[in-house]
C-alpha cells in the first residue's frame, strides 16, 4: 500500500512538472503574440509607407518642373500619369496626381494613405505631406520615425 501511495505521489510530481512545462510554452507564446509579432507586422508597414512616399517622386519632378516653368501650380498636374506598382512585399500601391499638382497615394493591404501637397515659393516648389495611419509614417510625412 505504501509503494503504491509512493508511486502515485510520483506521477503527481511528473504531472506538475508537465503543466509547469505547458505553461512556460504558453507563456513564450503570449510574449511572442503580444509583442513580438506587432513590432515585426509594424516595421513591414513602415518599409511600405516609405515605399508609397519614394514611389511619388517621378510625379512631383514632374509637377515641380511644370509649376517652375509656368510660375503658377495650376494646371501643373495635368496630363501626369503615375503607373501603379504592384509591388510583392507590400502589395498594390496607386497614385494619382491632380490638377493642382497634388499627389494623393494609396496601399489597400497595409491600409495605408498619403497626400502630398505642392507649394510654390520663389520660383520653387515646394511639398507637404500627411499620411495615415500616423504611427507607420515616415518623419517627412508626419510620422514619428
Sequence with gaps: MVSCLGQAAKKGEGMRAALLV????ALIGYVAVAW????????????????LVAGADPA???????AEKSGNLAGAG??????????????????IV????A????N?????EITL?????????????????????PPACGGKG
Design 22 to 25: 505547458i505553461a512556460g510554452l
Design 36 to 51: 513580438v509579432l506587432p513590432s515585426m507586422a509594424g516595421s513591414e508597414i513602415r518599409a511600405a509607407a516609405e515605399a
Design 60 to 66: 512631383k519632378q514632374q509637377v515641380a518642373a511644370a
Design 78 to 95: 495635368n496630363g501626369i500619369k503615375a503607373l501603379e506598382k504592384d509591388d510583392p512585399k507590400h502589395g498594390k500601391m496607386k497614385w
Design 98 to 101: 491632380a490638377e493642382n499638382g
Design 103 to 106: 499627389i494623393r497615394a494609396w
Design 108 to 112: 489597400e493591404r497595409n491600409a495605408l
Design 117 to 137: 501637397t505642392p507649394a510654390l515659393q520663389g520660383g520653387k516648389t515646394t511639398w507637404s505631406c500627411k499620411g495615415y495611419p500616423l504611427d507607420a509614417m
